[in-house]
């Protein structure tokens, strides 16, 4: 496979937040502050980015606060994102061609922090379609190199490209004629020099005050896996249902797949009566049942009405002899119905947003209106779902 890259973009200072930080710098400089300097300096034959050194300046600021320091880091990892996204290119559009012919599933690798982010790309591309699985370059030198199979392609992740433990795993990989997808900032590394296709991630420092730590470059490989597997979604045209088939027992999967037929009460457990019934009675069934209502049906059994707790409170209070009364002449006409192929997030997000109040349950009804069922508030939240 050819090799595929971009022109290199020139280096640039990342500029300054706030211009004033550096002037404020130099007032504030004194014997102290050239003293944490010295302490912070890199070790003989290191060098330190400019965003490191203004970090670092940043840091002995006297009145910076936490929330300074916090915003700074925000600040520049947003920048390193923002050069990121305008370096991509073709290289880019190659490596989503590659994943998605892939016959096999993507093995993906790195080391240290580089490796963290490997597992969580891994795992965004597997519950997104794309089988793909972890190797630590060094545990596949001792066995786990047989998990890689011939129709695979590897998508390696190093900051540097030349982290030694890459270099037996390397050309492991091209003994078995894998396509190997580089993820690094360096173009001229190892790394990128053994791959066919190169995402480059380079930034122009790490934030934080050291500047030394993996923050910014973690950032660009993590949003650059998450757009490899967005751009798959669309190429492979997965749905939200294909998304709940591999989340079956998440919240997420619920949302997508729980029905109100799964949720709802049967047989004895919904609170029903007789239009002849008393009211007495019908309070009885309320009772029995806590729900906290209960449907009226007909002679034909097709569901006519519907008396609540709350019914039951404001007929009393008119008329306290009404308990001896049949309950069609105080029930409430027109009970709200759902299917029972109504996902249960659905059925929530209708109970919240019903015109006339929130709703607590619904009832459910065959073709011939007769009760089957009855959907209650509480049993979707007992099934972990709530409302978005």
């Not at 003293?35 to 965003?51: F, L, Q, W, Y």
């Not at 309070?283 to 449907?295: A, R, V, W």
Request: aromatic fraction near 4%; charge should be negative; charged fraction near 25%.
């Amino acid at each position: 496979m050819e090799r595929q890259t971009h022109n290199p973009r020139p280096w640039r200072a990342a500029p300054n937040a706030n211009p004033s930080d550096d002037a404020d710098a130099s007032a504030a400089m004194d014997t102290s502050v050239d003293e944490n300097a010295a302490m912070a300096a890199p070790p003989a034959g290191e060098s330190v980015t400019p965003r490191a050194k203004r970090a670092s300046r940043s840091a002995t600021v006297p009145g910076r606060t936490e929330l300074d320091r916090a915003r700074r880091v925000f600040d520049d990892e947003m920048e390193g994102l923002a050069i990121a996204r305008k370096r991509l290119d073709s290289a880019f559009t190659a490596a989503v061609d590659a994943i998605h012919a892939c016959r096999g599933r993507v093995v993906i690798s790195g080391v240290g922090k580089s490796g963290l982010i490997a597992k969580k790309i891994a795992g965004t591309l597997t519950s997104t379609g794309t089988p793909s699985y972890y190797v630590h370059p060094v545990d596949a030198a001792h066995g786990d190199l047989g998990l890689v199979g011939a129709r695979d392609v590897a998508l390696v992740i190093s900051k540097s490209g030349a982290s030694d433990e890459l270099r037996g795993f390397i050309p492991s990989l091209h003994k078995l004629g894998i396509p190997i997808i580089a993820m690094t900032g360096v173009r001229d590394s190892y790394l990128a020099l053994a791959a066919g296709i190169v995402l480059d991630t380079g930034v122009n420092g790490e934030a934080g005050s050291l500047g030394l730590a993996p923050t910014t470059s973690t950032t660009v490989s993590l949003v650059m896996g998450d757009a490899l597997a967005s751009a798959l979604v669309e190429r492979r045209g997965f749905t939200a249902e294909d998304f709940a088939r591999f989340h079956p027992s998440g919240v997420l999967g619920k949302r997508l797949t729980l029905t109100v037929g799964e949720l709802m009460r049967k047989g004895d457990a919904v609170p029903i009566v007789d239009g002849q019934t008393t009211l007495r009675d019908a309070l009885f069934e309320i009772m029995e049942k806590s729900i906290g209502c209960t449907g009226v049906v007909n002679p034909e059994g097709r569901l006519i009405g519907i008396i609540t707790d709350g019914d039951l409170k404001r007929i009393l209070a008119r008329d306290p002899d009404a308990l001896d009364g049949p309950v069609r002449d105080v029930m409430t006409l027109g009970p709200r119905t759902i299917r029972p192929d109504v996902l249960a997030s659905d059925a929530l997000a209708r109970m919240e947003l019903n015109e006339r109040g929130p709703l607590l349950m619904y009832f459910i009804v065959d073709e011939a209106q007769r009760p089957t069922g009855l959907l209650h508030l509480h049993d979707i939240l007992r099934a972990g779902l709530r409302a978005e």
